[in-house]
């Protein structure tokens, strides 16, 4: 019975933003972390037993190390003090999003609801701003967040900021809605590691619009569908900000501020409403564009 009681229905959204309190470099608050520490060893026990009857293990060889470890970091005794307490949170968050990612790519388990549909509001004034974004489920051979490549940010990218990046990565992302996924896991990762002091939920925000925005208008039918791909970065410079920059393959944007300021589409305008500082501008070589996020560290009034 006690394990029927555990057993909560499945809901990506609340596991990954769980997820994200857990890696947060912010920690919970100390009344907080056993309850979520609770929540997160029933994610790792639901995430078992779906790769075990999906029979994961044999279709990927990542699936035994993944389950093992999602066994060993649950069953391990909780600690008695706040600080250990919290490192026991972030062992098992990775676990819940390794194991997670892998499930999802082997379509093991869906990914979050609130990436299927578009449920924006119809018109910038007078409407809260609601956390979803377009997914296109797809099949394709694409390799999820846990296996994606952090490269170094060229130099250049961060000059139009005016100030020098501290520290950055970067990532390909399919140039159809496959992106809207992979770049919504792999940038709550890298906040984590970036140490940003802002609100992790609103940097999502921000990217899933700016690469959807990409996906929908930045890639020319004129394009292989082979070289039909974004590129997204994310950096902190020395002020604490945090710069995201996803390039596109198509170096026009025709009334880009009327697009901001929530006159033409909703897309940027909603970045901009999360306190975003938004630009464009051309790379230094190859093609296409750069549209660009900044967000300040700390909350940001809505």
Same mark, same amino acid.
């Given at each position: 019975m006690a394990a029927l009681r555990a057993w909560n229905p499945y809901d990506g959204d609340t596991w990954l933003d769980d997820v994200a309190d857990a890696l947060d470099s912010v920690p919970p608050a100390e009344d907080l972390v056993d309850e979520l520490a609770q929540r997160l060893r029933g994610y790792l026990m639901q995430l078992v037993g779906y790769a075990v009857n999906s029979e994961a293990?044999?279709?990927?060889?990542? =699936?035994?190390r993944l389950i093992v470890r999602a066994r060993e970091v649950r069953e391990e005794e909780p600690p008695g003090d706040y600080p250990r307490s919290v490192g026991h949170l972030r062992r098992m968050g990775w676990a819940v999003n390794e194991l997670h990612d892998l499930l999802v790519e082997l379509h093991a388990v869906k990914g979050p609801d609130s990436l299927k549909e578009d449920r924006w509001p119809h018109s910038p004034a007078g409407h809260a701003m609601t956390r979803?974004? %377009?997914? %296109?489920?797809?099949?394709?051979?694409?390799?999820?967040?846990?296996?994606?490549? !952090?490269? =170094?940010?060229?130099? %250049?990218? +961060?000059?139009?900021?005016? @100030?020098?990046?501290?520290?950055?990565?970067?990532?390909?992302?399919?140039?159809?809605p496959r992106a809207l996924y992979l770049s919504r896991v792999w940038v709550r990762r890298i906040v984590t590691v !970036?140490?940003?002091? &802002?609100?992790?939920?609103? =940097?999502?925000?921000?990217?899933?619009r700016l690469v959807d925005n990409g996906v929908? %208008? &930045?890639?020319?039918?004129? @394009?292989?569908?082979p070289e039909q791909q974004l590129t997204l970065s994310i950096a902190t410079d020395?002020?604490?900000?945090?710069?995201?920059?996803?390039a596109d393959l198509n170096p026009?944007?025709?009334?880009?501020?009327? +697009?901001?300021? &929530?006159?033409?589409?909703?897309?940027?305008?909603?970045?901009?409403?999360?306190g975003a500082t938004v630009t464009r501008f051309l790379p230094h070589e190859g093609r &296409?564009?750069?549209?660009?996020?900044?967000?300040?560290p700390g909350p940001v009034g809505m």
């Open positions: 293990e044999l279709r990927d060889e990542r =699936a035994t979803t974004a %377009h997914r %296109h489920s797809s099949r394709g051979e694409i390799p999820m967040t846990a296996e994606t490549p !952090l490269l =170094a940010l060229p130099l %250049h990218a +961060a000059a139009p900021t005016g @100030v020098p990046a501290a520290r950055s990565f970067t990532t390909q992302l399919p140039g159809d !970036l140490c940003w002091r &802002g609100d992790v939920l609103r =940097a999502v925000e921000a990217v899933t929908r %208008h &930045g890639i020319p039918s004129s @394009v292989p569908p020395e002020t604490g900000s945090l710069i995201i920059d996803v026009a944007f025709p009334d880009f501020e009327a +697009a901001v300021s &929530g006159e033409k589409g909703r897309g940027l305008w909603l970045v901009a409403s999360l &296409g564009k750069t549209v660009r996020a900044v967000l300040a």
